[in-house]
């Protein structure tokens, strides 16, 4: 049964769900790697680092759900369900725990950098077969970029 | 080191903190697994299921957070990774791909039955070592049992 | 036929039920009479009590939501009509036609009065069988006794 | 004692007083109606009819109070008690219990047509007495007729 | 010159043309007088109608400059000037000074009362060559005849 | 199949519903043209005009949803698909490209008095059969005339 | 009868209070004067120097309720009765009917320049005896320059 | 007469002036198609569909005026007038009168195929000539594509 | 160690200091104080006398922020302590238990009354060496007599 | 003179009062506590720290606020006085003059470790006699418990 | 010392990096100039022109901001200090003085008339080297040419 | 040519215009340093800091704009232009590149350091010849050294 009709011809649609999926379990793996470290910092820049961190989650989240409803906008089943979070996500997980407000600035820096690298490998790849997904992983590579850049400059 | 100086005696404690902890991993999954099914959901009644699948993730992650935090406040640290919540949530799993209105409904039930039996055990373990614990779960499973009862009702 | 499958086990359901029933009742009886007053008041202080009339009126309508939904998600069917509120209702009635200020703080000193001693009741039964119930009536409680002090600040 | 001076001589302030009188009692016998299949509905369409219900609960809310203050206006003594509401309606009443969503729209739809005749006669009564008062009605007419046609459309 | 075509024609327009400008000057003096009292009332009920004052002023501003833009609409220039306002007023005036709070709602029925009356004739006028300015009218004349009620309850 | 039983007899549905299906014809190209002459004025009066133009464009949108659900409210199916305006608005079009601003307010003059008077004639002929449709004809008209006077006084 | 204690000694509070009754009547009246020409302005510019005016009158009503309240709380009664207003108003009068957009800047201009030559000697008075009433006299003179720059700016 | 100095050179601007304008005639024909459904759906999905339909309407709207706007600022005059509509829309009509709920839904994916695909080759027609204003149309077309999937998902 | 650089001279800043630092003992005694009587007002005017209670104490609030805050900006620490207030307030203290509400006003009138002697000084005071702080103890003078008139007033 | 009839029975209301204005005088004084390091903190943390210490002089005013409202609701008088507060709160002071942010957090900690030891025997104690009473303790715990574990999160 | 890792290799990050400089100079100085005209135009036009440079001034401010935060994002550094803007802008200054609103019009043309050639080079530069900074550019763009039409239309 | 008409004789006019134009041209330079810091800090403290550095860039920006259109009010033409701006403030600049926490806050003690010592002469020159503008720059400079303060404290 074809639920969906895609506005993508095979091979297209094949390509760009997987990026999409891909970006997918990444960006909610993001989400809750940022909440861990939200619960779980100490150190004298708690509150700061604390806050910065719930800017991540809105945007990880809201980034997450623009990614799965792409999918199935294409005819792709989105999958963010826990199990495959865990198994296929491109970011490292974290020890459990309290952690030292320096190593979650750093932890962040190191997640944000694997996320970057994908998404900018899935901004080549969806190019030809899909301008209006590239746009999307556009806007949001430019996202995490900014986070980036803001806890490599905190982490001096 | 101890970081947090808890409110509670150490026995109080742990029994409290085990049930924080199983508190959080159900939520966390009760969220995922309501946002794959708001991805997946089709059928007549795609709509309304979708958008009111959207009100238990909103629920659901605010409840998470509260019950993390409550952790940290009583000094146990709340673990919220990917790969905890898939190996020790209380919920079922769900198929992958698209999933028909009323079966997502009866998903749904199924899901907040199980987080309901869980919760109201969590109650009763916490109401002698931290009332203020209780409090936040009675709040939390008023909001399940009022989904739960929602989805049972448009089951029919 | 089972619509919904209630949390609570059969002898508690029953009992629980009674007591959102009743509360429902005296609480839709209080919004109109509220209401009833609000229209009819008259003297000096008539514009000071018609917009406190108001909050009473506001506070009882979403108290009477809440209870109701609550008897839903616990499997026991609200009954708010008109008829029933008119038989069951544990506050006295007003005369009918323009009602002096003074004479109408003393109404509602009476009317909240009833209610508050049948609520505390609703307390004690419910703590055992349903602790979710029990801290809903407890909130509700608490803004009938606020407004129960502020009239009778004024009746002085 | 004349406690307010009518703007509506004698003959006038008696015929506009007992629309404003009928059109109260109907008006708040619809919105205790539709909270009653608010929290009592069950089916597919479960949640589209438990939002659309509390539209009308609102609208109904908004329009008792419009016609009871506009008949304090002409100095005639509102008369909204549960149990004035209970014997004058012209609202048929419901059953106890669990309602099927496609019965709650004939329910509603069967409660507008009867409040919609009555309050198209106080429109034509109170024309020549009193302007003021018909165009209150007839507004509440329009609001009305508006979820007359949509109870009806879903009904087919 | 003609720089608006009326959409009524002449007769038509000289009649609604002076309805307009007499309502215009009454709302004008009435806002000028609430502010007044609004400023010198005393008394143990100053607070109270201090306010209830401020939504009279804020009602009859309003009202004045739909009536004023109406009579531009239908080619009648308003003339809502100082003098005119103080020479064509149908309320009177008020003596300076601080004002009794008790004295001043009777004022405020007073001069409401004039006004009142004098839109009633105006309805009455209205009615056959214009009933997009009757209905302005009628809008108007509820309002009043709403402040009118209160103030009388609160003076009794 | 009678979809939606009209509080209207028979004469009377025919009538109204022909002045509504006017209204909602001549609204919907209304909200067009502004919106064409908002791309394509020119002028030194530019922003203003384009600014003012989409005022008319939100009030002919708004009044155009009013008119088409208040004839689906008496059984009535609106017409308002693009053929259907092309061919039988009351409303001259304009010719294509750059419009000086002066003449773009010539335009909206014309227009606004086809409008009106087709609208006063609708007012008379709803009058008897449907005073609730009339009282809606008669707001619309009251914001097409206000229109009418602002464009014509910036036409001097 | 002493209502209001004053905190000013006697001759201070007979200088400010004059200084305040003048500022009352001048703003009162400008904000009239502003509303007058908002209702009557034609020409090419009428659209941008309507929506101006209303900024006046708003700035002006602010202001006239800061300066009577003032007077009020130094224990001078304030006086803002049309008659007053029409008698000792500073500002000149406008003639009656349409008036066209540049003459409006004029009459403008003219009429903000008479408040402000009075403004200022105003401040001048009350900079010993009340400090407090010429700080608020100076906010508003700032206010009325901004405004009489902006009239002459356009008026060129 | 050069009106706008085009930031394209001649051919370019050719081709782009032709993608915006057929792109726009295609939302205005989408947002009154939608309304038209809107206003004539029946069935049990009433509720649902008709509120659906408004966020079409909604979103075409916003994307028409982003479209005619993005058109004069390359100096093309846009054309959204009703006769071109009715013409050139690559969107087919509907019948008049009642549409049941599952047929609406038919007609919005047969619209919005018929927009994508077009809409697909204008991105790649403007890709060279205007990234801008190709830019603006992936954003919309990724909006059509979204409404698409769930028009379908609801279709099964 | 100096901490903060003041921009004040070492007399001016002595000066300006004590102001400052009585000032803020009188504004947070005048705000606990006012919450005092707020919470144990009783007589018929309650709840009018209750809700005016809570403006001063949200203006005495404001106003300690703002005068401490200038403290510290010209390098003098603020001392705010709860033994502090107690000890050099310059506001008269009231008995505990429940208080008649015309005494609330007269107390509310003799605390102001202390207030504002004091602060006319400082306004003296503070005029030369630094008129950025004699402008903030303007503004909050303006405030405290207005709240002295109006108690005032209703205490007649 | 009974002013307000309790709720309560009298061992109960005095126990429960109690409680109730030992929690008053802790959290005003925490307020006042928190307000004094938040205008005297020094240090790199500045910013970070001045902002939280209005988060909990928010949450502490609000509390007080709950408290104070309850204890007049089961007839206690609340005193919340400067001089009751400097005698009997049981928090440490603190010393004049600028504080660096470490100590600043230190005092933060002890100051709510201390509240939060004497609320937990207050939620012990006014179980049996007021579970009304204890549910806004247990509320206010929790928020207490929070602030105590970030300030000792960032003291590490 | 690396600050912060570009997600860019070494000849991409330059290339990009000098056209987000010359964007962020042209921006900084186009809010200056437009804030310039904003001060001190003159003329009939001048409130129509004086709020349409408020539009031009918000829009670039953000738009710097979002490209100096985008350059620092990729590791390079800022420069937007007012000897930088001042020597390195692309846009020709204006004469100090009042400006007739005709030639503040013609300024602004011209103004964005350079940015636009400008920022259109910077779009093809970056294309390969970063999608990411080229979509920023290319939405700066779209808002600059949007004004650039608009300035145009009204200067015919 | 007089444009505008100044409130101000002519010495009096020179006067405060020079302290006008002296306080924009510094105030604009506040605003670019700001931003330049925001986007180039780093360090520990990077977001406290770039968000604290945005509050004086807002704070900057609007008493930019008050001061410039003072100076139009009183007939000075105000010169807000970049090159103006970079020869004529009296602000030091700041090295291009990555700028540590500590240092961006000893660089913005001494910017505002630098800005209120001008400032404090500035009040100084305009007390006689305009207390108009004299008010504007004493608002202005509590604000400057208030974040004066700020950066101090977190400067320890």
Redesign the interface.
Same mark, same amino acid.
Not at 39 to 50: E, K, Q
Not at 68 to 75: K, T, V
């Given at each position: 049964?074809t639920?969906?009709?895609s506005?993508l011809a095979e091979p297209a649609r094949k390509t760009v769900g997987e990026a999409l999926q891909g970006a997918l379990v990444d960006l909610?793996?993001l989400s809750?790697?940022a909440?861990?470290v939200h619960?779980?910092?100490?150190?004298?820049?708690?509150?700061?680092? &604390?806050l910065?961190l719930d800017e991540v989650v809105d945007s990880a989240?809201l980034a997450?759900?623009t990614v @799965?409803?792409?999918?199935? !906008?294409?005819?792709v %089943?989105?999958?963010?369900? !826990?199990?495959t979070? @865990? /198994?296929t996500?491109g970011i490292d %997980?974290?020890t459990?725990?309290?952690v030292?407000d320096?190593e979650v600035v750093e932890i962040m820096v190191a997640a944000l950098?694997a996320c970057? %690298?994908r998404m900018?490998e899935r901004?080549q790849t969806t190019?030809d077969p899909d301008?209006?997904t590239?746009?999307?992983l556009?806007?949001i %590579? !430019?996202d995490l970029? /900014?986070f &980036?850049?803001?806890f490599?400059?905190?982490n001096?």
């Open positions: 049964m639920v969906v009709k506005p909610i793996d809750l790697l909440k861990q619960w779980n910092v100490i150190g004298p820049r708690f509150r700061s680092v &604390h910065q989240r997450s759900d @799965a409803e792409r999918a199935s !906008a294409i005819s %089943t989105p999958d963010g369900r !826990a199990g979070v @865990a /198994k996500s %997980t974290v459990d725990g309290w030292k320096a950098d970057i %690298t900018r901004i190019a301008p209006v590239q746009d999307i556009i806007g %590579t !430019a970029e /900014k &980036h850049w803001m490599q400059a905190e001096v």
